[in-house]
């Protein structure tokens, strides 16, 4: 039982994550004004203000905030089924296994794509509309590095 208590409320934080991520996104996509874009959201907080160290990863919140979403929708199904195969005896659990076996799948592909989409903004599809001419952090960081090498 002590899982139980642990796993849920976990996955409903893990849940709510997710739903925030998806919302600012699908605003985003639909061109509507965002209060707080995904990047603002996951910056630092510090005495002086928002401290952001590398802006090229900190974009990629913006630009891959759909498989952000799902990847934190997908822990939270896996939290849900790990805490009620905990409850109930794992040996009547044979078919939650392939529920948690196929979270975990949408976990790692959603952290691949969001690793696609962060380093190089491939594929363009799922990146929304406004954000898809920006350059990955790859390419960003490239670009950073060029100008400071030109000569003055």
């Known amino acids: 039982m002590p899982a139980l208590a642990i796993l ?8 709510w994550i997710g739903i925030a991520a998806l919302v600012i996104t699908a605003r985003q996509w639909t061109g509507r004004r965002v209060r707080r874009p995904l990047s603002r959201v996951m910056a630092v907080q510090t005495l002086y203000g928002y401290r952001h160290r590398d802006t090229e990863a900190r974009l990629a919140y913006d630009r891959a905030g759909l498989a952000f979403g799902f990847s934190f929708l997908f822990l ?9 195969f905990f409850a ?6 044979s078919d939650m296994s392939a529920v948690l076996a196929c979270s975990l799948l949408g976990v790692m592909l959603s952290a691949v794509l969001f690793g696609s989409i962060k380093y190089f ?9 406004p954000l898809r001419g920006e350059p990955g952090a790859i390419a960003g960081r490239r670009q950073r590095r060029e100008n400071l090498r030109k000569p003055l």
């Open 121 to 129: 903004n491939r594929p363009k599809m799922l990146v929304p509309p």
């Open 76 to 84: 939270a199904v896996c939290a849900a089924t790990l805490g009620v």
């Open 88 to 93: 109930v005896n794992p040996a009547e659990g």
């Open 8 to 15: 849920l409320p976990l996955g409903g934080l893990c849940a």
